[in-house]
């Protein structure tokens, strides 16, 4: 079963609106973390976000944001006022179990392109 | 302060021969990961490394792949008799703890397997 879903294989927004990724995962562990990384055409994976599952507020990184819908298991990174440098693939993953284990599950990506 | 680094950058290589891919993490990194990145997909696990324990393998597609990690430090993935869906985008990533979520990337190593 797929841990985590990206539904939006692409995403075209205009330079300056808000645009809204969609990730939802699937887990039976209580204890459990959620990231966001973006992937320019360089290739190297950047980190943006990070969401724990008892976390009582939803994570908030300058023009990042994720909309932590727990009982929804959704985790929804919000970009605002959009750049053209957010162009790039955007990669949702999810930490199961405890702190120590660091293994990453990756979703399948959104191809995220900026229009001026 | 460097950031962690992949060599070589790009490999070519014929089906049936062995590679070996090098990774560097940020000094005083005590965890390090390998993944596997095929072409539009998402990444996929391979191995873990933490401090002096044991790494954890269960993302290992096949026998054929091993890692080792010599003094806490430089990991190497080796790839035994290679195959075409071998292919890939290998990443390296390592983090200060295994309890650091934040987990710093390098820029990869793309094999080619022809």
């Known amino acids: 079963a797929q841990k985590i879903t990206q539904t939006q294989p692409g995403m075209f927004v205009q330079e300056k609106e808000a645009v809204t990724l969609d990730c939802t995962y699937d887990?039976?562990?209580?204890?459990?973390?959620l990231f966001w990384y973006k992937q320019p055409s360089s290739g190297e994976m950047i980190f943006l976000i990070y969401q724990g599952s008892y976390d009582q507020q939803n994570a908030t990184e300058g023009r990042y944001s994720l909309n932590f819908q727990k009982a929804r298991k959704s985790a929804n990174l919000v970009i605002s006022a959009s750049q053209l440098g957010d162009s790039a693939m955007y990669f949702c993953?999810?930490?199961?179990?405890?702190?120590?284990?660091?293994?990453?599950?990756f979703g399948q990506g959104t191809r995220l392109t900026i229009n001026p | 302060g460097a950031g962690v680094s992949q060599s070589p950058s790009n490999k070519v290589t014929e089906k049936g021969k062995d590679v070996e891919l090098r990774c560097d993490p940020i000094?005083?990194?005590?965890?390090l990961y390998w993944y596997r990145q095929s072409l539009g997909q998402g990444l996929e696990f391979l191995i873990y490394f933490q401090g002096n324990s044991a790494p954890d393998k269960s993302g290992l597609p096949s026998d054929r792949f091993s890692a080792e990690r010599t003094g806490g430090s430089v990991s190497t993935l080796t790839i035994q008799r290679t195959q075409q869906e071998d292919s890939a985008v290998y990443l390296c990533?390592?983090?200060?703890?295994?309890?650091?979520?934040?987990?710093?990337f390098g820029p990869g190593t793309r094999l080619t397997v022809t």
């Open positions: 990533a390592s983090s200060r703890t295994s309890d650091s979520y934040e987990q710093y």
């Open positions: 993953a999810m930490r199961e179990g405890r702190e120590g284990a660091q293994k990453l599950v």
């Open positions: 000094s005083g990194h005590t965890a």
């Open positions: 887990t039976s562990d209580p204890s459990y973390g």
